[in-house]
Antibody, heavy 124, light 111 residues
Framework: EVQLVESGGGLIQPGGSLRVSCAASGFTVSRNYMSWVRQAPGKGLEWVSVIYSDGSGGSTYYADSVKGRFTISRDSSKNTLYLQMNSLRADDTAVYYC???????????????WGQGTLVTVSS | QTVVTQEPSLTVSPGGTVTLTCASSTGAVTSGYYPNWFQQKPGQAPRALIFSTNNKHFWTPARFSGSLLGGKAALTLSDVQPEDEADYYCLLYYSDSHLGVFGGGTKLTVL
């Protein structure tokens, strides 16, 4: 059974750093395209970042709003996806979801499974 | 900056049919944007409904269908049920930049 469990959210001051995690079970993270999506309180979904599978070169891409501040990565030994967030701002406050691309799908963002999300609050 | 536009809100009667659309500021939406559709109910994570324009996940009810319509991606709900009341989001993939952009979402009311 595929499961994604995010953790690491919390309250952080503006300008600070935080790393959120997404522990996967039922499949191998490194063999799949994985993304982070966020949702500010009361707002819509925003795609944040994607990391391609090892077989596709492991490339990473970022939304303009986070480029240069956020880094997506994975640890194969822990089967876990990460999002390192630096220089955090108030408008980064959101629930952060990880999502898996459907196996053997053509679209890089053809998500099937999502985690339940972890809340990051940036405030002084 | 690329903008993906959806109807902010729609209302449909139980048993009726409704079509939600998803437009790109860059021009006509084609299959190359791999449109995806997601449903989100209050307090829940999004749930995937449609991928790559018109493909259903095994859990997607048959009354949901995806298509391209008049230069937009479209999600049609037939025989709408009360439990279909939710927010619906489309997601487009821009292959030139390898980026994804969500639409602003459509709040569907079943009344």
């Amino acid at each position: 059974e595929v499961q994604l469990v995010e953790s690491g959210g919390g309250l952080i001051q503006p300008g600070g750093s935080l790393r959120v995690s997404c522990a996967a079970s039922g499949f191998t993270v490194s063999r799949n395209y994985m993304s982070w999506v966020r949702q500010a309180p009361g707002k819509g979904l925003e795609w944040v970042s994607v990391i391609y599978s090892d077989g596709s070169g492991g490339s990473t891409y970022y939304a303009d709003s986070v480029k240069g501040r956020f880094t997506i990565s994975r640890d194969s030994s822990k089967n876990t996806l990460y999002l390192q967030m630096n220089s955090l701002r108030a408008d980064d406050t959101a629930v952060y979801y990880c999502a898996r691309r459907r196996v053997n799908s053509y679209g890089p963002l053809d998500f099937d499974f999502w985690g339940q999300g972890t809340l990051v609050t940036v405030s002084s | 900056q690329t903008v993906v536009t959806q109807e902010p809100s729609l209302t449909v009667s139980p048993g009726g049919t409704v079509t939600l659309t998803c437009a790109s500021s860059t021009g006509a939406v084609t299959s190359g944007y791999y449109p995806n559709w997601f449903q989100q109910k209050p307090g829940q994570a999004p749930r995937a409904l449609i991928f790559s324009t018109n493909n259903k996940h095994f859990w997607t009810p048959a009354r949901f269908s995806g298509s391209l319509l008049g230069g937009k991606a479209a999600l049609t709900l037939s025989d709408v049920q009360p439990e279909d009341e939710a927010d619906y989001y489309c997601l487009l993939y821009y292959s030139d930049s390898h980026l994804g952009v969500f639409g602003g979402g459509t709040k569907l009311t079943v009344l």
